[in-house]
């Protein structure tokens, strides 16, 4: 369900962005559609119970950003306009990720939630001691 919803968003965010601002095709939308979805799931599964919320949605609107910028502008070949389509498609996929993490926040179990999250206190102890009895140097 949340791969659907993802790939549903990232659809529509490109579909709007590319659309608009280049004649991309439908198989170009598509395509990016899909790569994104994967990568960006992947990327949720591993960095949501690590880092939380609101890093992981700043690390998806940098990684559809990068995605289109990158590929936009090799694949579409149009570098005047490519920052807007970039800029558009980025929050339209942000702000449908914050329905998928809510998502996927559900189907993680809450004992990975915690075994994998970060320690509010760090777990370093120091011990410290005096020595008794020093070595006597002979």
């Known amino acids: 369900m949340t791969i659907i919803v993802k790939f549903v968003t990232c659809l529509v965010a490109y579909a709007v962005a590319l659309d608009l601002f280049f004649d991309a095709t439908w198989v170009d939308i598509v395509w990016f559609s899909v790569m994104m979805t ?78 994998n999250a970060i320690p509010d206190r760090l777990a370093y102890g120091m011990e410290m001691s005096e020595e008794h009895e020093p070595l006597k140097k002979k």
């Not at 880092?51 to 590929?71: Q, R, S």
């Not at 558009?88 to 996927?104: M, N, W």
């Open 38 to 115: 994967i990568v960006s799931y992947l990327g949720d599964r591993i960095l949501l119970s690590k880092i939380g919320n609101k890093n992981t949605l700043i690390a998806d609107f940098i990684l559809a950003y990068m995605v289109v910028w990158i590929f936009g502008s090799v694949l579409l070949d149009n570098y005047m306009q490519i920052a807007w389509g970039s800029l558009i498609s980025a929050i339209i996929i942000t702000a449908g990720e914050y329905f998928v993490h809510r998502l996927l926040h559900r189907s993680i179990p809450e004992d990975s939630n915690k075994r």
